[in-house]
């Protein structure tokens, strides 16, 4: 199983909008509505930032959200803050059930 | 809360054995299915093994398939990784992580809801 294809960093000012995609295939991002992002800061465990490709837990900021189109997948931020700077990983179910990580993207906040 | 606590971390020559455990508290850990993964350093996450809640569904990742067995004891909230022919490529934080949530409503599985801090494997001569 292949890792899920994420661009390498992105960056942006404070109070832009950033856009994190995350690129499979029919057997893992495309197959099923089974995507979810998570947020790394160094030295931390990582944690759930959106699951079921849109949906997000309680006490994540609306600021995140999650779409999917085909076998991409993507991670909007929105009114980007200081305390967003991190590295985010998606990760899929797959058709052989297991899982799968993006390549993660670390986001710089300019 | 839930929590999740790894131990059993430590330093192994490669060709040797380990085991990590992870203690669950603050949910039915009987009703949940649950996950190791792995982060070599400075590298990203790398899915590595899956029991369900009864124990009798697992499913690994090809790295480790024939090496590493997963298993749970639901009498103890324990959760556990037992890992043989360790090569230096195992050299990792190895994570717990429980398996999606369930609402009064619904469950949502397929997703890696809370995180342990993680141990640290090190596979070195």
């Known amino acids: 199983q292949s890792a899920l294809t994420q661009p390498a960093s992105v960056s942006g000012s404070p109070g832009q909008s950033i856009t994190i995609s995350c690129t499979g295939t029919?057997?893992?991002?495309?197959?099923?509505?089974?995507v979810s992002w998570y947020q790394q800061h160094p030295g931390k465990a990582p944690k759930l930032m959106i699951y079921d490709v849109s949906h997000r837990p309680s006490g994540v900021s609306n600021r995140f959200s999650g779409s999917k189109s085909g076998s991409t997948a993507s991670l909007t931020i929105s009114g980007l803050q200081a305390e967003d700077e991190a590295d985010y990983y998606c990760s899929s179910y797959t058709s052989s059930n297991t899982r799968v990580f993006g390549t993660g993207t670390k986001v710089t906040v300019l | 809360q839930v929590q999740l606590v790894e131990s059993g971390g430590g330093v192994v020559q490669p060709g040797g054995s380990l085991r990590l455990s992870c203690a669950a508290s603050g949910f039915s850990f009987s009703n949940y299915g649950m996950h190791w993964v792995r982060q070599a350093p400075g590298k990203g996450l790398e899915w590595v093994a899956f029991i369900e809640y009864d124990a009798i569904t697992k499913h690994y990742a090809d790295s480790v398939k024939g090496r590493f067995t997963i298993s749970r004891d639901n009498s103890k909230n324990t959760l556990s990784l037992q890992m043989n022919s360790l090569r230096p490529e195992d050299t990792a934080v190895y994570y717990c992580?429980?398996?999606?949530?369930?609402?009064?409503?619904?469950?949502?599985?397929?997703?890696?809801?809370?995180w342990g801090q993680g141990a640290l494997l090190t596979v070195s001569s």
């Open positions: 992580a429980k398996d999606g949530h369930c609402t009064s409503n619904s469950c949502y599985p397929h997703h890696f809801d809370y």
């Open positions: 029919s057997s893992d991002v495309g197959g099923y509505n089974y």
